[in-house]
């Protein structure tokens, strides 16, 4: 044995150099936990102050003047410097306060920065005043579960992703005794403020804590988080007041690396067509960026869909109207991938890169109808019979026979039901993976869980099985390139213009030769050399010209992904850093001069951070009446794409160019890893930047 054998395991662990490889501390974490993000302007002084601005108006819905009527006529407020402040406001600013903090729904990048701003700005203002974080989401609010943040917490988690200081959950607090019960956690603590970092759903649910808890003089602040990049907050007049939800940049830019490896896997190994389920749990916002970060060959965009018509029916149909022309069916979209695929495996490309958003059935009418009804179907069975549908019927089959017997219901006794026949012909008719999806449990908010739904795998069934069909009618080709066919043909000594014409379509002009419809198999291609005379009856194909054949037959090869707990889990990108950091400052802002019902925002966040702006934005206004859980609830509306902004406009525009379907070089973009150093990261997502040119 060599003296280096005898190195015990032991011996290795004492090692430093083994000691520093394998620590949890690497030079990155150190970077990002002793980096405090640059500040905007007005947090610079020792005072800040809010100033309403009336140059911003909403369209209230009377539901939300109904149920929210204390914080329903809150204005915009600017943060603005408190600069000669009297001694009663200094007096007010800077008293020692009780502050909680809840994380609420999916992690987004940065959270951890919004605790750190909040707690930095409210120990600059008072070192007495404390931070509490409630655990595990809003549950930590209902079962009175929190810590005292420290300095030591926050420094160990500046700039770093995920909501692991304080977990975070999906809880709603959505009835007497679990508002009660938060109501009696904020009293014990003595809190004088609850921060709400969430989505849509929680920022709802802060909206109605506010007006619960403001009697109680508990104020109640919101904060705009999620990857899935829909919390945008205009007025009626279409200005911008919140372009972005924090988190949605780091997970694009995750994605957005990833996909381009692939791309360049994809162009490199050129077998495969990588198939890659994004995140966003309805709107496509981050489909769209990570297209715009990698030129990937196909993006499907679900409001782009939805948006769809078929002018051919609506020709058919002539005078009469034709509703199945508008929208597009999981059939339709099918055929709109596969002649993508078609066309590039024409110019000798059978290989891509494909990008389908999490919520793109959501986009499609005859899934969302289905969905719609099963919210209903399971809503009307747990409220009459005050039980849970899921528990009830744990399995498939259960919850199949249940739909059946509605059905027969409906039809034999005449009864209404929202379930009839027809869906549960419809329903019969698609695979079990996909019932069962569809069928998942709704989340505590009474949204359908996507992320739960092999999407990819329902829209890559069908393209499998058009390609399957295109392939026999002889229309899904590889083209073979002139140059490799005429060597091919030369090395056997055989006229590639005498056999060309025969072989393929496009013989005359194209630089990829398409083998010609007709010929799908050797048998078909003896035919045809047969019959245009280039070969004798009983002769054998010629190798050369059974080796183009052979090349000319496409296989279709898929490899399937799924971008979301990945990107959600990374940590955040310099702006994300920033925003987060300057949102936490601006949540302390509005507590310390007593707003409440407000979300923290930062305007201008479209441009450079010279003109970014800290904003307080009412929440009752923004929300309007929604389908959940199978009934009408008050909720803050979500914003999608907007399909007439230039950020999908652009991404259209290069559509047919990032397809790539013509000879040459892919246009894949690489846009590289999230880096901490600001100096090499991208400021902004390319969506802001393109969304800002807007004149309209
Ligand atoms: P939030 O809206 O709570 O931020 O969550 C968004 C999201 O990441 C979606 O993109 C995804 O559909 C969903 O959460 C997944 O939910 P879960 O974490 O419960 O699996």
């Not at 419809?426 to 079990?432: A, H």
């Not at 009752?620 to 909720?635: F, I, N």
Request: neutral net charge.
């Amino acid at each position: 044995m060599s003296k280096q054998e005898s190195v015990t395991v032991h011996d290795l662990l004492k090692n430093h150099e083994v000691q520093n490889v394998t620590g949890n501390v690497n030079r990155e974490l150190i970077e990002r936990r002793k980096s405090i993000p640059p500040i905007c302007g007005v947090f610079s002084g020792a005072y800040t102050a809010l100033k309403g601005n009336d140059s911003f108006s909403f369209v209230i819905h009377k539901e939300a003047e109904k149920q929210l009527p204390k914080i329903i006529r809150n204005k915009v407020q600017n943060v603005v410097s408190a600069d000669a402040p009297d001694e009663a406001f200094k007096k007010n600013y800077a008293k020692k306060r009780n502050i909680g903090i809840v994380f609420s729904g999916g992690p987004a990048p940065g959270g951890h920065n919004v605790i750190a701003g909040l707690f930095d700005a409210a120990k600059k203002a008072n070192p007495e005043t404390k931070v509490y974080g409630f655990l595990l989401g809003p549950d930590g609010i209902i079962e009175n579960e929190a810590v005292e943040i420290t300095q030591n917490i926050v420094d160990t988690y500046r700039n770093l992703g995920g909501f692991g200081m304080i977990k975070t959950g999906r809880t709603k607090i959505d009835s007497k005794k679990k508002m009660s019960l938060s109501k009696q956690t904020c009293k014990s603590l003595r809190l004088d403020a609850l921060v709400v970092v969430g989505g849509d759903d929680s920022n709802t649910n802060a909206a109605f804590l506010a007006q619960e808890m403001y009697s109680d003089g508990v104020q109640v602040i919101g904060v705009p988080k999620t990857i899935d990049g829909d919390i945008q907050v205009r007025d009626a007049a279409g200005q911008v007041l919140c372009a972005m939800s924090f988190g949605f940049h780091s997970a694009a830019r995750a994605f957005a690396n990833s996909i381009s490896n692939l791309c360049t896997d994809a162009a490199s190994d050129v077998k495969y067509w990588h198939v890659c389920k994004v995140m966003g749990r309805v709107a496509s916002h981050l489909a769209l960026e990570v297209a715009l970060q990698t030129h990937a060959n196909i993006t499907l965009i679900g409001e782009d869909l939805a948006d769809y018509v078929d002018t051919r029916r609506i020709e058919k149909a002539g005078k009469e109207v034709d509703y199945t022309a508008y929208g597009m069916t999981l059939r339709h979209l099918s055929r709109v991938i596969c002649d993508a695929i078609v066309r590039r495996a024409a110019v000798g490309k059978n290989y891509g890169v494909m990008v389908i958003p999490e919520g793109i059935l959501e986009f499609i009418n005859e899934i969302q109808m289905l969905i719609t009804k099963l919210n209903t179907v399971i809503a009307e069975y747990n409220q009459t019979y005050d039980t849970a549908f899921h528990a009830d019927f744990p399995l498939l089959e259960d919850k199949l026979e249940y739909l059946r017997r509605l059905a027969r219901r409906s039809r034999e006794e005449g009864f209404f039901s929202i379930w009839n026949t027809r869906d549960d012909d419809l329903f019969n008719d698609i695979p079990e993976f996909f019932q069962e999806g569809l069928l998942t449990e709704r989340d505590s908010h009474g949204n359908f869980q996507f992320s739960q739904v092999e999407t990819e795998k329902v829209v890559m069934g069908l393209v499998k099985d058009y390609l399957k069909i295109l392939k026999e009618k002889g229309i899904y080709k590889i083209g073979i390139e002139r140059s490799y066919y005429q060597k091919v043909m030369k090395k056997e000594e055989l006229d590639p213009d005498t056999f060309g014409p025969v072989l393929f379509s496009n013989y005359d002009a194209a630089m990829f030769l398409l083998v010609k419809p007709a010929i799908i198999s050797l048998k078909t291609l003896e035919q045809v050399l047969v019959a245009e005379g280039v070969i004798r009856e009983n002769e054998k194909i010629p190798p050369a010209v059974e080796t183009i054949f052979k090349k000319s037959v496409p296989s279709f090869k898929t490899q399937t992904y799924f971008y979301g707990y990945d990107g959600r889990g990374n940590d955040p990108t310099w702006f994300d850093c920033t925003y987060t950091y300057n949102l936490g400052l601006t949540v302390f802002s509005l507590v310390a001069n007593g707003a409440t019902g407000q979300m923290a925002a930062i305007m201008n966040l479209e441009h450079g951070f010279d003109r970014w702006e800290p904003i307080g934005i009412p929440i009752a206004p923004l929300m309007h009446l929604e389908e959940r859980g199978g009934k009408m609830s008050l909720v803050l509306e979500r914003t999608l794409v907007d399909v007439n902004a230039p950020a999908f406009g652009i991404v259209k525009a290069f559509r047919e160019k990032w397809l790539a379907a013509a000879p040459g070089e892919d246009n894949y973009r690489k846009p590289g890893p999230v880096y901490f150093a600001g100096k090499t990261e991208e400021d902004r997502p390319i969506t802001l930047v393109l969304n800002s040119l807007d004149s309209r």
